[in-house]
Each structure stands twice: as C-alpha cells, then as structure tokens.
C-alpha cells in the first residue's frame, strides 16, 4: 500500500502538517521533553545536533 492507495480526503477538510516535518524544515523549534534541564543539551536537540527517536514523543 502506498500514499496514492489511500482515499482521498474530504473536500471540507483542513490540511495536515505533520509538527515533525516543519521542525525539520526550521518553521516550528525542536520539541524538548520537559525531562531534560541542561541548557546546553536543550539547545543541541533544538539545533539538531541531537536527535530523538520519532517514537519518543513522551505524549507530545
């Protein structure tokens, strides 16, 4: 199955954008779990140096 076999959406329907996808584009910043205090790892994740695995959201 792929993106093409899949139903079209209805013509009322607002568009999805995947929060991951403009992260990485650099519209949205990096989610930071709540978990992690050190500054400079905060901004290493938000920087893309560090990357979470994309089932790690921790319910975001």
Avoid at 32 to 60: M, N, R, Y
């Amino acid at each position: 199955m792929s993106l093409f076999d899949l139903p079209p959406a209805p013509q009322n329907s607002d568009p999805v954008i995947l929060p991951g996808l403009l992260s990485g584009l650099g519209i949205l910043p990096r989610w930071v779990p709540g978990w992690i205090t050190d500054p400079d790892l905060i901004a290493s994740i938000q920087a893309g140096l560090v990357d979470l695995p994309d089932d790690f959201d921790g319910g975001h």
